[in-house]
C-alpha cells in the first residue's frame, strides 16, 4: 500500500515562496505520476502540476504555469513543488497524489485528471496575505 505525506505548507506574503514536500513510499516499479491539486475555500479541487515517472515529463495548469516548479529527489523519494509569485487566490489545501500509469500515452493527454490518482495525501495548508 503506497503512502504519500505532504509537508511545508504555512504564511506566505503576496509575491512571496513557499517550496511544498510530498514523500512517496510504497509505488512499484512503473510509470509512477506524482501531481500537486489544490482546494480553495469554498471550491472544488483542481489539479495543478504533476510530472511523469519515465521521462519526467511535467505538467501544469494555466494559472500556475511559469510561478509553480514540480521537481523529484529520488534519492529521498520526495517530489517538491516550488511556488513562486503567490497571489491571494494560491491559499488553499495543497494535497500531493500518485499512481501507476498503465498506459502513459493515453494519459498524456489529460495529465491531471483527478480521478487517475488513487494515492493521496492529507494535504498541507498554504496561505497567503496580501
Do not use: H
Request: glycine fraction near 14%.
Amino acid at each position: 500500500q503506497a503512502q504519500v505525506k505532504e509537508s511545508g505548507g504555512g504564511l506566505a506574503q503576496a509575491g512571496g515562496s513557499v517550496r511544498l514536500s510530498c514523500v512517496v513510499s510504497g509505488l512499484g516499479r512503473g510509470d509512477n505520476v506524482i501531481g500537486w491539486f489544490r482546494q480553495a475555500p469554498g471550491k472544488e479541487r483542481e489539479g495543478g502540476s504533476c510530472m511523469t515517472g519515465s521521462d519526467e515529463s511535467t505538467y501544469y495548469t494555466a494559472s500556475v504555469k511559469g510561478r509553480f516548479t514540480i521537481s523529484k529527489d529520488y534519492a529521498r523519494n520526495t517530489v517538491y513543488l516550488q511556488m513562486n509569485n503567490l497571489k491571494p487566490e494560491d491559499k488553499g489545501v495543497y494535497y500531493c497524489a500518485a499512481y501507476e500509469s498503465l498506459d502513459p500515452i493515453r494519459d498524456v493527454s489529460s495529465p491531471l485528471a483527478q480521478w487517475r490518482f488513487y494515492y493521496w495525501g492529507q494535504g498541507t495548508q498554504v496561505t497567503v496575505s496580501s
